[in-house]
């Protein structure tokens, strides 16, 4: 193992990357020139970038375990997955390009993965089989994934470009007719509004499941 490196050390360098530079920067060569060492240093921890997505996806859902543990849990299943939504939100929003870093990775730590057992057991007591349970997880945390990438790529591009989601040059751009789809994009909020809004839609859907 490189000795003055660790596994912390690196992700938290990574993140910082991230942050810095969005994640088509973060590569394990320009990670090694921020840590001040050569590449193959790193290969001790970290094979490809792969693993060093997965093991910052890691570090991140560990900060959404411990937060989730210090929140109570609802006499209500809806609460309770309404809060590991925000709190997932929240961490992704944490760092530029956060939801990417969590799409197609996979746990590097097994208390992580562990962590879902008792959500599991929360749904399948609400009344959800397993595989109902399961997927209400996947479905949740897969909307957050989705909801935060588009938050987070619209941000960029509205500050290189504050004309680019220009809701008067939409109107002009498709001219006459397409009446309903003007009227939704001057409707349209984002932020918090249209997160808490979507997931009460997904949360109605999931609850037919026990109907």
């Given at each position: 193992?490189a000795k003055?490196i660790?596994?912390e050390?690196i992700?938290?360098a990574?993140?910082?990357?991230?942050?810095?530079?969005?994640?088509d920067a973060?590569?394990?060569?320009?990670?090694?020139a921020?840590?001040?060492?050569?590449?193959?240093?790193?290969y001790?921890?970290?094979?490809?970038?792969?693993?060093l997505?997965?093991?910052?996806?890691?570090f991140?859902?560990?900060?959404v375990t411990d937060?989730?543990?210090?929140?109570?849990?609802?006499a209500?299943?809806?609460?309770d997955v309404?809060?590991?939504?925000?709190?997932?939100?929240?961490?992704y929003?944490?760092?530029?390009?956060?939801?990417?870093?969590?799409?197609g990775?996979?746990?590097?730590?097994?208390?992580?993965?562990?962590?879902?057992?008792?959500?599991?057991?929360?749904?399948?007591?609400?009344?959800?089989s397993?595989?109902?349970?399961?997927d209400?997880?996947?479905?949740?945390?897969a909307?957050?994934?989705?909801?935060v990438?588009?938050?987070?790529e619209?941000?960029?591009?509205?500050?290189a470009d504050?004309?680019r989601?220009?809701l008067?040059?939409r109107?002009?751009?498709?001219?006459?007719?397409?009446?309903?789809?003007?009227?939704?994009?001057?409707?349209r909020?984002d932020g918090?509004?249209?997160f808490e809004?979507?997931?009460?839609?997904?949360?109605?859907?999931?609850a037919?499941r026990?109907?």
């Amino acid at each position: 193992m490189a000795k003055g490196i660790t596994r912390e050390q690196i992700v938290t360098a990574a993140l910082e990357l991230l942050d810095e530079q969005g994640m088509d920067a973060l590569t394990v060569r320009a990670l090694a020139a921020r840590l001040d060492v050569k590449a193959p240093a790193l290969y001790w921890h970290v094979r490809n970038k792969q693993e060093l997505l997965d093991e910052m996806a890691t570090f991140v859902m560990r900060r959404v375990t411990d937060a989730l543990a210090a929140i109570p849990r609802g006499a209500d299943w809806r609460a309770d997955v309404s809060a590991y939504a925000r709190v997932l939100r929240s961490e992704y929003l944490r760092h530029r390009d956060g939801a990417r870093i969590f799409s197609g990775t996979r746990f590097a730590d097994p208390d992580v993965v562990k962590a879902k057992e008792s959500w599991l057991e929360r749904l399948t007591a609400a009344g959800f089989s397993l595989p109902e349970a399961d997927d209400t997880l996947d479905l949740l945390t897969a909307f957050v994934v989705g909801f935060v990438i588009e938050e987070q790529e619209r941000s960029p591009s509205t500050s290189a470009d504050p004309a680019r989601y220009s809701l008067a040059e939409r109107d002009a751009w498709l001219g006459e007719g397409a009446e309903l789809v003007k009227a939704a994009g001057h409707l349209r909020d984002d932020g918090d509004p249209r997160f808490e809004r979507q997931l009460a839609v997904v949360l109605e859907g999931l609850a037919t499941r026990l109907r």
